[in-house]
């Protein structure tokens, strides 16, 4: 199927096609048609899936045949949980819409308020927003919403886990009654089914994430090693391996800049992207990783979301995620639109629990090996994909 197939506008198809897409994914195929026939839709679609696209493009068909005619009012609201998810999806907006006459704007904490309330001023079509930012410039009167038309709800169970609920429901009592919604998620989870059904009336709902959560083009594999053993394990991969740009997962702000300086004593330059960042230094680290001039990233789960590189090929797992739906989201930051990727775990004894979900939400063992050098004194068992954790056998 082309894009042509989907109803989308001529100056639109321009645009995907300057920007190298050729055919829609599965997510787009599904998503795109139901958006523009108005519907209400709850979605389930990892990263690289083409989440993105799928609802900013009928939005922005949507939107074409006008514009915001009243200042700091708006006709498209997009709620993210992460400043860098933010400037994401805005910059897909601004490269998906560049032929049209739009206006679009990320808005988000820990920068000057006076640009945004200007930009606000001068005209917004689509407004790209964290939750808490977006509450305080309502309350000063900078952004009202009554011309809203349309609602997204990105990346829902993020926003959860961040504690955002109370700021989302504030902003849904103050939105119009029957504009259409659209809430996106990693994983239909309780919560988040919870706030699509106080948030979303006679949805449709699609799901991908189970069938692409083990992508044929990413190539999947995990080290068993002990952990004081990990980090020097990691730089003897980065010396070993000709990865033009790796992006290094590890679960705590704290480990991550203890992993920059462990890397720099041995002679390899690495960033960390973690919330203890300002968000300047976030900002430059993840522009410049983006360029290619970082070539190393650590990163919590967290901060990651936004990191968007089309050719990024490989993710390592410093530390293994739980739930295991994060890992399956991880993974998704390699391989993207149908490119060879690569996915490499280091697995301690301590992990191995996490391990076991992983496998039985991926439906297969994921490749083990050992490294010369660094075998583990502490045996990791064996595999079993039908783990159940010990609080679930005990009920």
């Not at 990990?230 to 679960?251: D, G, R």
């Not at 702000?253 to 992207?273: M, S």
């Amino acid at each position: 199927m082309s894009f042509s197939k989907l109803g989308l506008s001529p100056l639109i198809l321009q645009a995907l096609a300057e920007q190298g897409y050729e055919k829609p994914t599965t997510i787009q195929q599904k998503a795109i048609p139901i958006i523009l026939n108005g519907k209400n839709l709850i979605a389930a679609a990892q990263t690289g899936t083409g989440k993105t696209a799928s609802f900013v493009l009928p939005i922005l068909q949507q939107l074409s045949q006008g514009q915001t005619q009243r200042k700091k009012r708006i006709r498209a609201l997009i709620l993210v949980p992460t400043r860098e998810l933010a400037i994401q999806v805005d910059e897909n907006i601004k490269a998906y819409g560049k032929h049209l006459n739009l206006k679009s704007m990320a808005m988000f904490g820990g920068v000057d308020y006076a640009p945004q309330k200007q930009a606000l001023i001068e005209g917004v079509d689509i407004l790209v927003a964290t939750p808490g930012r977006l509450i305080d410039l309502y309350g000063q009167h900078a952004v009202h919403f009554e011309e809203v038309e349309t609602l997204v709800l990105d990346e829902a169970d993020r926003m959860l886990d961040m504690g955002f609920i109370e700021d989302i429901n504030k902003i849904l009592a103050r939105l119009p009654e029957n504009i259409q919604n659209l809430l996106f998620s990693a994983t239909l989870s309780n919560p988040v089914r919870e706030l699509a059904r106080t948030a979303i009336d006679e949805a449709e709902e699609i799901s991908i994430a189970k069938h692409s959560a083990s992508k044929s083009n990413i190539s999947q594999w995990l080290v068993t090693v002990d952990k004081d053993m990990k980090s020097s394990l990691l730089a003897h991969l980065l010396n070993e391996n000709p990865w033009p740009q790796v992006l290094i997962f590890i679960e705590t702000r704290h480990g991550a800049a203890k992993l920059v300086a462990q890397l720099e004593k041995r002679g390899i330059a690495a960033e960390a992207i973690h919330s203890g960042r300002n968000q300047a230094s976030r900002a430059r680290v993840l522009d410049e990783f983006k360029q290619g001039k970082v070539k190393y990233l650590v990163a919590t789960g967290v901060a990651a979301r936004g990191i968007d590189i089309d050719d990024l090929p490989c993710v390592i797992n410093y530390d293994l995620p739980y739930p295991a739906d994060d890992y399956v989201h991880r993974i998704g930051r390699t391989g993207r639109a149908g490119a060879q990727g690569e996915a490499v775990s280091l697995l301690s004894k301590d992990d191995f629990k996490n391990l076991c979900m992983i496998e039985s939400r991926l439906g297969h063992l994921i490749e083990r090996r050992v490294v010369e050098g660094f075998e583990p004194r502490k045996p990791v068992p064996t595999s079993i994909l039908n783990y159940v954790p010990k609080h679930k056998r005990e009920q």
